[in-house]
């Protein structure tokens, strides 16, 4: 893969502002990116389980056996539906083993 001159420079003096340049590029709110990297650069360990229930098929990431965050499955793709909060038991390791 090659690297514009920009790309190289920003690398260089300032990885937060390619970041930033880079989702402004792709038409992404920085504030996203933000956001993610606090959730997750904090978080010790993440765990995932798949489940079938009323509204359908989807899956629960935990992180640190402590917050649980819920995604459904709509077509091709899945959506956010909300969080839960309280002790849980560690996820399945194997949940991605039959992805191709």
Request: charged share 25%.
């Amino acid at each position: 893969m090659k690297f514009s001159w920009l790309t190289k420079t920003l690398m260089k003096v300032s990885p937060k502002l390619l970041f930033r340049w880079a989702a402004f590029d792709n038409k992404l709110d920085y504030a996203k990116v933000e956001q993610a990297n606090k959730l997750f650069s904090n978080t010790k360990r993440i765990d995932f389980s798949p489940f079938s229930g009323v509204h359908g098929r989807g899956l629960v990431m935990y992180l640190d056996n402590k917050l649980s965050l819920h995604f459904y499955q709509d077509g091709n793709t899945f959506y956010y539906d909300g969080f839960e909060i309280g002790p849980y038991d560690n996820g399945d390791v194997t949940v991605f083993d039959k992805c191709k």
